[in-house]
């Protein structure tokens, strides 16, 4: 650009053509003078750090429809991605929580007594077995070494706990809730 004056009046001739311009991209005419106004500060600032170099902007008007032209689209890609991904309260409600909801925990705290309670019910050493197991990762050779058994009487009372547990819990979720009317 040869005159820095010149500047505003580039962009005041032509910042009627940069909105019918920006317009057809952005979707809304107010939207495209915001982009409009936006590349007029962009393009403003950039002549300032030019002006010492020998006015290195050559084509000022294609220079400021291309700035128009960049902020145009990335609005409209903003507008597309933001409908992609509703805000606020529609986002958070489709979120799984990271808590179980009160009947979620109630169900899971019966589970737990039952499963407790059929564990009570076994031999201790059965349930010796299944705590070994289940509770500190054990392996059935190492129970069998701490329970004097062989590797093999180990799987088998591990599986008998657990064959006891299912079977209680399966007991429970057949057996009506007497606590209803």
């Known amino acids: 650009m040869k005159e820095a004056g010149t500047k505003l009046d580039l962009y005041l001739h032509h910042r009627a053509d940069l909105i019918d311009y920006a317009a ?3 979707g809304d005419r107010m939207q495209a003078e915001d982009v409009v106004q936006e590349a007029w500060m962009r393009f403003s600032v950039a002549v300032d750090k030019e002006r010492g170099e020998a006015d290195r902007i050559v084509q000022p008007v294609g220079y400021l429809y291309r700035i128009v032209r960049n902020l145009a689209l990335d609005f ?11 805000a606020g309260e529609a986002v958070l409600q489709e979120l799984p929580s990271r808590h179980a ?20 019910e076994l031999p201790q050493r059965t349930r010796l077995a299944f705590d070994l197991h289940r509770f500190e990762g054990k392996t059935f050779a190492e129970i069998g070494v701490a329970l004097g058994i062989s590797q093999t009487r180990a799987h088998n009372l591990v599986q008998e706990a657990m064959l006891h547990c299912m079977e209680r819990l399966g007991e429970a979720k057949s057996t009506p809730d007497r606590r209803r009317p």
């Open 24 to 26: 057809p991209i952005v």
């Open 101 to 120: 909801s009160p009947e979620q925990e109630t169900l899971h705290r019966n589970e737990l007594r039952l499963v407790g309670e059929a564990l009570a």
């Open 76 to 86: 409209a890609r903003r507008l597309t991605s933001d409908a992609w991904h509703p």
